[in-house]
Structures are given as structure tokens and as C-alpha cells.
């Protein structure tokens, strides 16, 4: 995940541990937010950004499930025009106290693709907002293509196509023709 820049995140929304965190929370990022988070991720702009997470305590953890929507303008990795992206994202986040991810130096740890990304936070809060932005920026395809790639791949002479090109190619047409 992405560190933040000097100045602090870019999309901070602080939630209290103590007493209890709020049920459900809306994020919602405004117009400055949205131009640090695409230079932050190297993409043209960010349009929109809106996260839905709904907090379940139990003690000092708490676990926040929701739904990340974005509108995003990336660059195509292959024709170099800017187009639009949608993101539409579940989010399985928990957030543990500082020290509850540390393994022992001589133990092996395991990722699960299938659990809830887990966040360390210090004292008596977390940042759910930067949590967000996080997401956002594992779900930024960084090689997306828009819709003048192939036009482009084209243009440049390079196909899709599974059959052999070149001369020897040719040659082995040739002789199978006869």
C-alpha cells in the first residue's frame, strides 16, 4: 500500500475506538482531497470518491465492511489517451491495535486474499479515511487500457493475433499452399 505524502494523508477521516465508533459512515472526499489522492496515485484526476462502511466493535478491534465507489480518469497504458474508469469496490477492513500483526522474527506469516485487509492503528483511533484511499490505490489498474488500444496496437503494427509473423512464417505458408 502507499505510504502518504509528507504533508500527512490525503483523505483523512479520523474514527474514535472509545466509546464506540459510529454504526455506519459515509466518506465522501472533496475537490482537494480528490487532486491529492491523483497525485498520490499518478493518474489524471480523481472525479469522485465515496466509501460506505458500517463499524462492528469488539474491543479494541473493530471490523468495517462497505462498498468504495470512485470515478477516476487514468491514462491507457498503450495509446497514452486519458478515458474514464469506474471503480466499484467491496471493502473488508479491521482495525487491530498497534502491535497485534507482529510476527515473531522466525515465523512464517500467511496472507488470506479471502479475509479482511488488517489496519494497525496507534492510541485510541484509526483512520478509516486513509484506509479508504488505500483501497482505492490497490484498485487502480496500472496498466489499464482504454478504448483506442487496440486501434493503437494496430497503428503500430502489433496484433493479437496467435499466428506466427515474419519472414519464416511467410516461407512455412508458402510451402504448405504447394
Known amino acids: 500500500m502507499s505510504a502518504p505524502g509528507p504533508a500527512g494523508p490525503e483523505f483523512s477521516r479520523i474514527v474514535k475506538v472509545r466509546p464506540q465508533p459510529p454504526e455506519r459512515l459515509t466518506l465522501v472526499a472533496d475537490e482537494t482531497e480528490r487532486a491529492a489522492l491523483a497525485e498520490r496515485f499518478g493518474i489524471p484526476a480523481v472525479r469522485s470518491l465515496v466509501a460506505e462502511l458500517a463499524f462492528v466493535p469488539d474491543g479494541a478491534i473493530v471490523a468495517a465492511k462497505g462498498r468504495l465507489t470512485a470515478d477516476l480518469v487514468q491514462t491507457c497504458a498503450v495509446s497514452g489517451e486519458d478515458f474514464p474508469v469506474r471503480i466499484d ?85 508458402a510451402l504448405r499452399k504447394d
Open 89 to 173: 469496490e467491496p471493502l473488508d477492513l479491521r482495525f487491530v491495535p498497534e502491535g497485534s500483526l507482529d510476527a515473531g522474527a522466525d515465523e512464517e506469516v500467511e496472507l488470506d486474499s479471502g479475509g479482511p485487509d488488517e489496519i494497525e492503528y496507534e492510541g485510541e483511533a484509526f483512520d478509516a479515511g486513509e484506509a479508504v484511499a488505500q483501497s482505492l490505490g490497490l484498485a487502480i489498474d496500472p496498466y489499464a487500457e482504454g478504448p483506442s488500444a487496440d486501434a493503437a496496437r494496430r497503428e503500430a503494427g502489433i496484433t493479437d493475433d496467435a499466428a506466427p509473423r515474419g519472414p519464416l512464417a511467410e516461407a512455412l505458408a
